[in-house]
T-cell receptor
Framework: GQQLNQSPQSMFIQEGEDVSMNCTSS?????WLWYKQEPGEGPVLLIA?????ELTSNGRLTAQFGITRKDSFLNISASIPSDVGIYFC????????????FGTGTRLKVLA | DARVTQTPRHKVTEMGQEVTMRCQPI?????VFWYRQTMMQGLELLAY????????DSGMPKDRFSAEMPDATLATLKIQPSEPRDSAVYFC?????????????FGSGTQLSVL
């Protein structure tokens, strides 16, 4: 079945540093969503991407829909302690299925 | 802020018992998803509804799991009989189906422990 490879699995960074993470697949996706999950809570939607090449920002977060439609990237600039959590990508399979495949997550820890 | 509401937040039960998890999607959303999250498997899609009709439940063990939407404000996921391997966090998500595609908004989950 389709899989999303998300990397890195975990990151320990200093407050103020920039963070980059990505998701890649052998499959083509129509939509990419990026989520953040904190302990004991459900994933919270951060950014949605709908077109190949699209670059979208939400505050200090910027995400891009890869040109090949097989990958997506999330960057966090000037990290702060509250950025701690697990970040998930989710790719929507081509139209007609409406299934989202989730990546395995990037666990981010920010050291003050 | 509009939210997806899930109950109960936590459930501890014994093997063989029936478990019912409930979800109230965001008002106006016409798609509902059930996901299961475990450390080993991550987020797995169990079932998907659009306009209350089940479109996909291929990810759900049919012999013991069932998902329904009795009305637009309630989705249920039942496990009967429950087994220890069902222990996981179960999430409901809802979304508006618009021209751009679907966005999923998750509830806080039901943490299920089957002893």
């Amino acid at each position: 079945g389709q899989q999303l490879n998300q990397s890195p699995q975990s990151m320990f960074i200093q407050e103020g540093e920039d963070v980059s993470m990505n998701c890649t697949s052998s499959s083509i996706f129509n939509t990419w969503l990026w989520y953040k999950q904190e302990p004991g809570e459900g994933p919270v939607l951060l950014i949605a991407l709908y077109k190949a090449g699209e670059l979208t920002s939400n505050g200090r977060l910027t995400a891009q829909f890869g040109i090949t439609r097989k990958d997506s990237f999330l960057n966090i600039s000037a990290s702060i302690p509250s950025d701690v959590g697990i970040y998930f990508c989710a790719g929507q399979l081509p139209s007609g299925t409406y299934k989202y495949i989730f990546g395995t997550g990037t666990r981010l820890k920010v050291l003050a | 802020d509009a939210r997806v509401t899930q109950t109960p937040r936590h459930k501890v039960t014994e093997m063989g018992q029936e478990v019912t998890m409930r979800c109230q999607p965001i008002l106006g959303h016409n798609t509902v998803f059930w996901y299961r999250q475990t450390m080993m498997q991550g987020l797995e899609l169990l079932a998907y509804f659009r306009n209350r009709a089940p479109l996909d439940d291929s990810g759900m063990p049919k012999d013991r799991f069932s998902a329904e939407m009795p009305d637009a404000t309630l989705a249920t996921l039942k496990i009967q009989p429950s087994e220890p391997r069902d222990s996981a966090v179960y999430f409901c998500a809802s979304g508006p189906l618009d021209l751009q595609g679907e966005k999923l908004f998750f509830g806080s989950g039901t943490q299920l422990s089957v002893l």
